[in-house]
């Protein structure tokens, strides 16, 4: 507790750029913990479903059952559901569609990102600018006949490093979120490419089949 008290304390010899970069910190925490609620609630797949789609012509009546459990909105019972919805058309057609809807969620899953990626660059260009005004502010107290209030020199080179350290904290938690999600997106996408492949590859099994008996 004396540690927060002391660090709030230290804050307030930033400067003016601290207010900014609280509201870039703030930002970046809103954005973290939106990701973290999506990631949990809406590209998560169960076992029982990935099992099922990576079985060997499985039954679509069992597929949709399982995909009925998901949560509202599941990226990848969105997915699924547009290749169950044109299952009875060609594969080319199907594989159109789900592209297409897989374009869909990758702009949804890559929404804020792009904030997280300014805050990276832009947390530490004002943390320089809290620094020069600092050293400025301190250059100004040091007149020709020598040092003029010590303290306030002090107070300046504070100022600076304050906001030095505030930038390039924030900076580095920003690159380690936006990394984190970058590569779960790339994940979640690679995996849902993959399985999509499956779902086609027993539509053009039921289409080979159908083809036989004809």
Excluded: C
Aim: aromatic content about 10%; glycine content about 8%.
């Amino acid at each position: 507790m004396q540690d927060l008290n002391e660090a709030l304390q230290a804050l307030k010899f930033g400067g003016a750029m601290v207010y900014p970069l609280l509201v870039l910190a703030i930002l970046a925490l809103i954005i973290t913990i939106d990701k973290l609620f999506v990631y949990w609630r809406y590209v998560r797949l169960p076992k029982t479903v990935l099992t099922l789609v990576e079985t060997y012509g499985f039954a679509w009546p069992t597929l949709e059952q399982e995909l009925a459990k998901l949560p509202p909105n599941n990226y990848f019972g969105r997915f699924f559901s547009v290749i169950m919805e044109n299952r009875d058309k060609p594969a080319w057609w199907v594989e159109s569609r789900a592209g297409d809807e897989a374009k869909l969620i990758e702009s949804a899953m890559s929404r804020s990102l792009w904030v997280l990626e300014t805050i990276v660059t832009a947390a530490p260009l004002l943390g320089l600018l809290g620094t020069i005004t600092g050293m400025m502010h301190s250059f100004q107290l040091i007149g020709g006949s020598g040092l003029v209030d010590p303290t306030g020199v002090t107070g300046g080179v504070a100022q600076a490093l304050i906001a030095t350290a505030l930038g390039l904290l924030i900076a580095v938690t920003a690159l380690f979120a936006f990394n984190f999600f970058s590569q779960r997106q790339s994940q979640a996408l690679d995996e849902m490419e993959r399985l999509g492949t499956r779902l086609l590859d027993n539509i053009r099994l039921g289409e080979h089949e159908e083809a036989q008996r004809s």
